[in-house]
């Protein structure tokens, strides 16, 4: 009997350091994780950026999404150019707004990319198109100088300014409102 007993501790001990697992994969799972991303220059001197991402939603986010509230995501590249004499000088600042949204009456899920609109059966979908960023070409406040480096910071984030005052306020205390690809940062040569 005793070892039966010590036994089941044993099992049941395993069994929580499975379930802690478990919840700790599907807890990182969440979020956005950048896959790729590529800038380049064009011979006028236009960059194009492209990139994916891996977004997923927590569920405090798919429950908002589907009870009307849309969920705007940011997509910022900052280019700088390295000066030891005074602050960096910015080069580029470009910023792009991508939202999704729910239509419960049509149960269809509709994702924005300025006024164009696309719309999906399923949230994967809507996902999908809202984390590929196709060649985008970006025009840079100054020209690119040659034999000169750039430092840029290209970041994906869900914009919580955007969302309603009760959840701007929720945001600022729980971690299921804040999805952040980290920022991905290089140095780059025209």
Sequence with gaps: MVSFTRHCRKAS????????TLVARHAAAEGIERV???????????LVLSA???????????????????LSFALDLEMTQPRWYWFDKK??????ERRITYNALT?????????????????????AALSSVQPVSITPDSPWKKDTVYRAILTF??????????????ALYTSDWNLAASPYEWTWHP
Aim: glycine letters at 6%.
């Design 52 to 70: 994916a991402y891996r977004v997923t939603l927590t569920p405090a986010l798919v429950d908002a999404l589907q009870h009307g509230v849309p």
């Design 13 to 20: 001990g395993l069994f929580l350091l499975v379930m802690l």
């Design 157 to 170: 984030r869900l914009d919580t300014s955007s969302l309603p005052k009760p959840f701007q306020l929720d």
């Design 91 to 96: 080069m580029l600042d470009w910023h792009q």
């Design 107 to 127: 149960r269809t899920y509709r994702y924005y990319l300025g006024s164009i609109y696309l719309t999906f059966n399923e949230l994967s979908e809507a996902l």
């Design 36 to 46: 790729t991303s590529e800038v380049h220059a064009t011979a006028s001197g236009v």
